[in-house]
T-cell receptor
């Protein structure tokens, strides 16, 4: 699975949009981009995933560049409860294993 | 509906003792995963089950670690002769077993080896 690079930490003001970048320059054509987050002392929570097109759900939006070498997770109106570690993961389902390879993620601190 | 559950939520044991950690996946999910997270670190993959078989055990750190799954449901992760470096949160996740599916995580078991 391709390696991802994320900033170690970011701050965001409450009510503002949080834009979390991720670089995945070695992504393959059949690898998806997944985002999970982990709030302190909890298990990771799925947020969103995509292949080529931009995606939106009730939690966030995912913007993938045309060359697919980077993406941005957007939380449109961050709240204090969005403070968490955000993991960008790229993976392909190999048919034998769907394991997720977690990096260090981005620690997002939402401030009042 | 019920999510992934794990027990115990916390476990303190002495070095050299064996421990068993349990995971109850979401009903009907055929895929089950175990991960480990040391303090301040990211998640490390341990083992993956599809049904009751384990096609990927590549993450198990040593032969002291083993896991089984029965009835395509409950899974048990066993650590024999625990060491202090085994202290971590052990997380279980399940998914329906289809391509590109979402993994749903449990709350984890916090293991402390004294």
């Amino acid at each position: 699975d391709a390696k991802t690079t994320q900033p170690t930490s970011m701050d965001c003001a409450e009510g503002r949009a949080a834009n979390l970048p991720c670089n995945h320059s070695t992504i393959s054509g059949n690898e998806y981009v997944y985002w999970y987050r982990q709030i302190h002392s909890q298990g990771p929570q799925y947020i969103i995933h995509g292949l080529k097109n931009n995606e939106t759900n009730e939690m966030a939006s995912l913007i993938i560049t045309e060359d697919r070498k980077s993406s941005t997770l957007i939380l449109p109106h961050a709240t204090l409860r969005d403070t968490a570690v955000y993991y960008c993961i790229v993976r392909v389902y190999s048919g034998n294993t769907g394991k997720l390879i977690f990096g260090q993620g981005t620690t997002l601190q939402v401030k009042p | 509906g019920a999510g992934v559950s794990q027990s115990p939520s916390n476990k303190v044991t002495e070095k050299g003792k064996d421990v068993e950690l349990r995971c109850d996946p979401i009903s009907g999910h055929t895929a089950l995963y175990w991960y480990r997270q040391r303090l301040g670190q990211g998640l490390e993959f341990l083992i993956y089950f599809q049904g009751n078989s384990a096609p990927d055990k590549s993450g198990l750190p040593s032969d002291r670690f083993s896991a089984e799954r029965t009835g395509e449901s409950v899974s048990t992760l066993t650590i024999q002769r625990t060491q202090q470096e085994d202290s971590a949160v052990y997380l279980c996740a399940s998914s329906p077993g289809l391509d590109q599916e979402t993994q749903y995580f449990g709350p984890g078991t916090r293991l402390l080896v004294l």
